[in-house]
């Protein structure tokens, strides 16, 4: 019962947790804050010796003995979400917020099982163009529509 | 108060702000309905929206949502026993029986007046109950909301389910943690930053809230296999509802139950860390073990009061926990705790100044709650089976665009791409620490808290002399945190007595 869910979150907390406790002792202060009863590093150093202490008390005492079950999901599909969305926030500017969207959306009906390219067509431009256009003229938000190279100077 | 109402009338009642609470009850009951994505989602994919509103307006969108979004949630429970929330899941254990008899309409229809009746009920509550909390709170100083903020902390530990005590309590301060990264308020020392200038400003909660919450559950929906069996199910389900009327018979065995429902759904939503969940599960439990042998039985497999009973305590519940939001600006919940985010995005401190410096803005969510629950009795369930076939939507076109409205509306908030990249990180440590059973709302609200607590703290110190007997000299606060320690002790001491207690056999009285 070594590896069960409540000991590996509580393991990665704990990492996190003492990584946050370390990078605490970098914040910079100067000599006069440093003297008074509380400055900027004495929440953080009371909230990871807080944190440290919960995550060794969950590893050492795990709510449950169930373990992870990571099979049948589909991880791979997952990760690649995870990519289109990065690669979404990397292209919105340079391509422009229609085209990036069309295509982040087109891609993730595809991924999705919609083989039909029309369809994919038919559901992700409309709706693009309308929500630009809602954002645009009635919320008042602007968000450039076209990509780098075709933006007026 | 009268003037206050008035007030809150005449803002609420304005036409714009009545499209407001339409589209508000509408969307969130769209978004509730869809499995998986409850209020917490919906009202956080409506901030970049409310964002562009002036505060009352904005407030009455999200609010409108929160109800919608819970009235959705039932709907999926009782037609696909899908329950969307938490808060929802005691509305399945006799809705969905109810369904399956070929009653889904009045089934619908009853959680509907349920909820009506629980939410217009508690809004009754909320009138009485804030003002006089608020005009209380006045007299309470930094080191006392210093308390209450540990004490809303603390409180989610005592309302965790068995053996989550501990993780609720490590994600809270991992969210108390996240929220000290950015320039330190006071010294102005950057802390956490890594030498990125897009964290100067901190992490935007809506960031966390989207990341955590609508992104990493359309994650899961993405990771599942599709099931298609399920899907005909959800198809059928909301095509063939019934009819929705309720007999004067079932309106009379309704009536107690809201009413016994009504108020302890609202007591247990005021109380910080508890909610509609817990509600819920109470009323059903409640109304289980008072209904006699004869209608107890029919508990489980289609009984008005199993549904009737935590349909109304969960609109109750919601409509309560704005309470210790809008008197003590404490969110009692993790809804509530992205509401108070989205306030202070406006500029506006919840807390008992909100009564008396922005009285429109305090009044106006109260009476848009009326108005809420009246729209989604008179607009939402003669529409319910329109909007239901939103559960026939293939998930392969849906899926895509719950992310899409994720991503960008933290991006229509920042204009930021680091933000975006952000919340792809955030999302998929949220998506592991989910499938780890790690609860992710006791860290919005330690992420919300997290700031004002450090400032309160920070106040009370400097009115001390740098004194931190101000913990134990001042009786109100040491009050508060009594009871916050012993909401911290007791459910981790409670499992052990109930070890002992196992252990020693138990002498049963002979009859001589």
């Not at chain 2, 609202?266 to 409640?286: D, E, H, K, Q």
């Not at chain 2, 319910?384 to 076109?397: E, G």
Request: a neutral charge; one cysteine or more; proline letters at 6%.
């Amino acid at each position: 019962m070594l590896f069960v869910k409540d000991r590996i979150g509580g393991m990665l907390l704990l990492i996190f947790s003492i990584t946050y406790g370390l990078l605490s002792q970098q914040i910079h202060l100067l000599p006069f804050q440093a003297n008074s009863a509380f400055h900027a590093r004495t929440m953080p150093e009371v909230l990871s010796v807080l944190a440290i202490g919960l995550s060794v008390l969950i590893i050492l005492f795990p709510g449950s003995d169930e373990k992870p079950r990571f099979a049948g999901l589909n991880w791979g599909l997952g990760a690649l979400f995870l990519a289109l969305m990065s690669a979404y926030g990397l292209m919105v500017r340079p391509m422009g917020f229609l085209i990036a969207t069309s295509l982040f959306l087109m891609i993730g009906f595809a991924l999705l099982g919609e083989r039909k390219w029309w369809r994919l067509l038919a559901v992700a431009v409309p709706t693009v163009l309308a929500f630009w256009a809602l954002m645009t003229y009635g919320l008042d938000v602007f968000i450039e529509p076209l990509p780098q190279f075709m933006k007026g100077s | 108060m009268l003037d206050g109402i008035l007030i809150g009338l005449g803002t609420a009642l304005t036409p714009m702000n009545l499209i407001f609470v339409m589209i508000g009850c509408f969307v969130g009951t769209f978004i509730g309905m869809l499995p998986g994505l409850g209020p917490m989602s919906a009202i956080a994919l409506m901030i970049p929206i409310a964002s562009t509103l002036e505060p009352s307006a904005g407030i009455i969108l999200m609010a409108a949502v929160y109800y919608g979004a819970i009235f959705g949630g039932s709907t999926s429970s009782i037609l696909i026993n899908a329950p969307g929330v938490a808060s929802t899941v005691a509305t399945s254990f006799d809705g969905f029986p109810m369904a399956k008899q070929g009653k889904a309409g009045k089934a619908l229809a009853i959680a509907a007046y349920s909820s009506f009746s629980g939410g217009v009920i508690a809004a009754i509550f909320l009138l009485v109950a804030a003002p006089f909390l608020a005009s209380v709170s006045l007299a309470f100083q930094s080191t006392d909301y210093f308390a209450l903020m540990v004490l809303g902390l603390t409180a989610v530990a005592a309302f965790a389910s068995k053996g989550d005590v501990l993780k609720a309590l490590l994600m809270t301060v991992i969210g108390l943690m996240l929220s000290t990264v950015g320039t330190d308020q006071t010294q102005g020392v950057p802390r956490f930053t890594l030498g990125i200038l897009d964290l100067t400003d901190g992490i935007s909660f809506l960031l966390l809230v989207m990341a955590t919450f609508a992104l990493s559950e359309a994650l899961i929906a993405i990771l599942k296999p599709n099931d298609d069996s399920k899907r005909q199910e959800e198809k059928d389900a909301s095509s063939h509802l019934g009819s929705m009327a309720v007999s004067k018979e079932e309106v009379k065995e309704m009536a107690p139950v809201i009413g016994r429902s009504s108020v302890l759904g609202f007591l247990i939503g005021v109380l910080p860390g508890a909610g509609a969940t817990i509600a819920s599960f109470l009323a059903y439990g409640t109304e289980q073990r008072i209904a006699g042998a004869e209608k107890g039985k029919l508990f489980g497999k289609g009984s008005v009061r199993g549904l009737s009973a935590p349909e109304t305590a969960n609109n109750a519940a919601a409509t309560g926990s704005f309470v210790p939001l809008l008197t003590l600006g404490i969110p009692g919940s993790g809804t509530t705790a992205i509401m108070l985010g989205a306030l202070i995005g406006y500029g506006i401190q919840p807390g008992p100044r909100l009564y008396i410096d922005q009285p429109e803005v305090f009044w106006s969510v109260i009476v848009s709650m009326w108005i809420g629950n009246i729209i989604l009795l008179i607009l939402n369930l003669p529409l319910i089976p329109y909007i239901a076939k939103v559960l026939a939507i293939p998930s392969r076109f849906l899926l895509p665009f719950i992310l899409f409205f994720s991503l960008i509306g933290v991006y229509f908030v920042s204009f930021n791409t680091f933000d975006i990249q952000l919340m792809v990180l955030f999302g998929a440590v949220a998506l592991f620490l989910r499938f780890l059973d790690f609860p992710m709302a006791p860290m919005i609200l330690g992420f919300i808290l997290g700031g004002m607590m450090e400032e309160n703290l920070r106040r009370a110190l400097l009115i001390n002399n740098d004194s931190w007997s101000f913990l134990w000299e001042r009786p109100l606060t040491l009050s508060i945190l009594v009871i916050a320690g012993l909401c911290l002790i007791v459910p981790m001491v409670s499992p052990l007595f109930a070890k002992l207690r196992k252990a020693k056999p138990v002498e049963t009285p002979t009859a001589d």
